[in-house]
């Protein structure tokens, strides 16, 4: 009921392609959905974040799809660059809760 | 604006010790939360500390604690360490409300139990 389930574990995309990355989770009762970016050594960033009353967020590159009945989010990063490459969490909270955590998926992105 | 500073960076530790690991958020953040990042399990919640008090609290054995000072520095501490508590302990300071003011986390504390 608390998890997040992330897919894939791994992503190899090629410069300036499409990489997605998916989000489902069984809580109804989450209301914020953000994205982090970490980087090796380094902690997780927060890249951007969505609420259930918008189905899509944009921010520059990077985009969030909700879709609420499926319970399911995801990241697309647009024009992938090779400084990109890094390890994404989704995450997911309710009321005053803490973040629950996906897996992560590791992506690189190839010149 | 400094960030999150965690120390130690590195620490190795035997079985059986015990460990204190400290955070120092950003200044003004109230909200100090711990998370135990391992490749298999990814980011797991230990506890989280507001003004001083325990908020929150994720499913670890009672072997591990935590404690906010009235500056906003928080220890968590880590007693009879196991080789299974080796991981990257990342601390994450916001202003209040996750959700509000998003995690900014520091680069963590890597435990290495041997």
């Known amino acids: 009921q608390q998890q997040v389930k992330q897919s894939p574990q791994s992503l190899i995309v090629q410069k300036g392609g499409i990489s997605i990355i998916n989000c489902a989770y069984e809580?109804?009762?989450?209301?914020?959905f953000p994205w982090y970016q970490q980087f090796p050594g380094k902690g997780p960033a927060l890249l951007i974040a969505?609420?259930?009353?918008?189905s899509e967020k944009k921010e520059g590159r990077f985009t969030i799809s909700f879709n609420k009945s499926a319970k399911q989010f995801s990241l697309h990063i647009m024009d992938s660059q090779p400084g990109d490459s890094a390890t994404y969490f989704c995450?997911?909270?309710?009321?005053?809760?803490?973040?629950?955590f996906g897996t992560g998926t590791r992506l690189q992105v190839f010149p | 604006k400094a960030g999150v500073t965690q120390t130690p960076r590195y620490l190795i530790k035997t079985r059986g010790q015990q460990v204190t690991l400290s955070c120092s958020p950003i200044?003004?953040?109230?909200?100090v939360s711990w998370y135990q990042q391992t490749p298999g399990q990814g980011l797991q919640f230990l506890f989280e500390?507001?003004?001083?008090?325990?908020?929150n609290k994720g499913n670890f054995p009672g072997r591990f604690s935590g404690r906010q000072f009235s500056n906003s520095r928080s220890e968590m501490n880590v007693s009879t360490l196991e080789l299974g508590d080796s991981a990257l302990y990342l601390c994450?300071?916001?202003?209040?409300?996750?959700?509000?003011?998003?995690?900014?986390f520091g680069s963590g504390t890597r435990l290495t139990v041997v």
């Open positions: 994450a300071s916001s202003l209040g409300q996750v959700k509000s003011y998003g995690y900014t």
């Open positions: 809580n109804t009762a989450f209301d914020y």
């Open positions: 969505i609420r259930p009353d918008v």
């Open positions: 995450a997911a909270s309710s009321g005053t809760d803490k973040l629950i």
């Open positions: 200044s003004g953040h109230r909200s």
């Open positions: 500390y507001f003004s001083e008090t325990q908020r």
